[in-house]
C-alpha cells in the first residue's frame, strides 16, 4: 500500500485543517500515543512543521524517539493519508513560527479554545514516507480557475502602467478579475517610522488611504516584519485591527507618530485574511493584503499565486522609482495654469507633526503633510506650479529618511488624499519624476507652531 | 501487574456515542502507526473494548497490533472536543460477532449526525469511511489505563475509573 510516489505538494489540501488530523507516537517502551493536531503546516516538498502547544505526551515521545506518524484528511475527496516523519527541531521565533501562530489564532478563535491555544513552537519534521489508504473517494469538482493563467495575467499588469498609482489600482482591478478577490489593499513600509501606510484598496466603503499599520501588528504587521506571508481562514480577533492594533499603537504611545486619524477601511468581520510582503530583494517595499468575509478563502495554492505576484510588484516598483529618479527634468512641460477663482481657503500646518489641516477638516500629516506644504507654500510665494520628484528627494527640510524612501507612493497617498478631501488642490503628473500642482480655490496658508518657517 | 480498568455506565455511553475514534500501535523499529475505527463496542462487564478497524485501509496498526499487543485509542466527540483516551498491552485480533455488527451498523451514522453538526458534509464522512465488505476486524483489549484529553488544563491527566 506505501506510495512512495505520492507528493506533499500534491497532498496540501489535507493540510488546511478542515478536518482534524492525528499524530501517533511511541515512548521508549513502546507504549504508544495518539492525540488531535491543531496544525499540520506544509513547510517544503519534504518537511511539515507541527504546532507545539502544550508539553505532553507526544512532545515527551518526539523528544525520545523523534519519530511520529501523521494522519490526515483530503477535505474535498476524503482520501486518508499517513506521513511518516522524523522530528528535526523546534523553532520558536521567525517568520515559520509567525505563520503557524497566526493560523492557530483563527484556529482557536474558530473553535472557541482562545484561552487554551498558544503556540509554544514549530516542530519540523522531514517526511519519510506518505501512506494512502484505500478508502473511497469523492470526486473533486473542478478548479474555480487556473492560478497559474490569473498569475501570468497579474504579472503582465504589473508592466503595463508608467506610474505607481496606475499600476496599483490596475493589481488590484485584475486580482478581483483573475482570482476573484474583492477585498484588497497595498500598503507601503515606512521603515524609519516602523509602519505601513495605504497606498492603494479594492472594495471597501472607504479608501482608507494613508490609514497605516504598525510593523509587528497583525495580520500585515507581521508579514511585513517576518518578510513571510501570514494567513488566517477564521476570524481571528487576536490579530483584527480594530481592537488589537489600536490598542497596541496607544500602548506604544505611537499615536501621537501613527497615522490614526484616517480610519483603516478594511472589513468589520474578516473571515479570511492574507497578507503578503512585497520585497525587492532583501527589502521590504510593502505588503499586499486580501481578505473576505467567508472562511477558508485562501490556502496555500492561493498564497503562492500571491507570492508569485508580489514578487513582481517589488521590481516593478523599484523600476519605476529608478525611472522617476533618472527622469529628464530639462524638458519643462509647458505650464497651464487654471486661475483660482472664488473664496480662499485655509489651509493649516502644524509644524510639530506636519499635520495638515484643509479649514476644520484634517488632510495628512507627516512626510506626506511636509511635502504638501513645501508644495503649497512655493505656489504661495512664487506662484511656482511645476515640481520635479527629484527636487523633493533632495529637500532636507522634508527629512525623507534615506534614498531608498518610496517617494512616489508618499505622492500617491497625497494625491489621493487631495481628491477625497481637498478638491480644489490637485497633483497632476505632468511627465516622468515631474508633477503639476492645479490650484482652483486662492490658499491661505496659516503655519502653527514654528517660527522659523 | 498491569492495573485493569471497568469502564462506567457513563464513559461507555459515550464510547459508543459516535464518536470519532483513532488506534495506534507501535511497530518493531519504534516506529507509531495508526487509523481510524469504524466503530467500538464496550463488552458487558465494562474491562474489554472492541474496535473495528478495516485492516485494508491500515494494514501496518494491524500488524504492529498483532505482534505488540500495544494499543492506544482516543474517543472525540467532535461537537464536544470531550476526548478520552484508552490503553492497553495485551490487543488481540478476532473476527467481527454478530453482536459487533449490530453496534457498528449505529456507530457511523451516529458519527455522521455529529459530525454534521460542526459542519462536515455526510458524503464526506461515507466516504473517508467507505470500506470492502468483510474488510473490518474486530481489536479486542481490556485498557489498562484512561486518559482525558479533552483540550485545555486537564488535558493529558489519568482518570481514575
Redesign the interface.
Known sequence: ?SAPDISLDAIRTCLEGV??S?V???S?D???????LSQVHYVDPRHVALSYQ?F??TRENVLA?A???V?V?D????A?Y?L?LQYLRTESEGPLFESMKAKLAGIASH?G?EA??RLLGSDIYRVLDI?R??????AAPAAPRSLLNAIRHCCAGLGAGAELDGMLDRLLSDLQMHLGIEHSMVLMADETRGCLFTVASRGYDASGVGSEIPIGQGVIGVAARERTPIRIAHMATEYGYSRAVRARINQLGLSGILETEIPWPGLTEPHSQIAVPILAGQRLIGVLFAESPKDMQFGYDDEDALATITSQIGTAVLALQSAAAAADESRAPPPARTQPQGPPVAIRRYAADDSVFIEQDYLIKGVAGAIFWKLVSEYAREQRTEFTNRELRLDPALRLPDVSENLEARLVLLERRLVERCPFVRIEKSGRGRFRLAVKRPLKLVNVGDASD | MPQRIRLDRDHIAFLESGVSIVVASCGDGGGPSLGFAHGCRVLPRGDRVRLFIAEPHCPTLIADIRRSGRIAAVFSRPDSNKTMQLKGVAAEIRALAAADSRSLSGHIEDFIANLAIVGTPPDLVRAVFSIEKGALVAVEFAPNAAFSQTPGPMAGDRLSI
Open positions: 500500500m478536518i482534524p492525528w501517533a507516537t511511541c521508549r513502546g507504549t504508544p500515543n495518539v492525540t488531535l502544550f505532553n505526551k524517539t519519530r511520529a506518524t494522519q484528511v477535505p474535498v475527496t476524503g486518508v499517513r511518516s473553535t479554545m487554551v491555544f501512506e489508504a484505500p478508502s473511497g473517494r469523492l
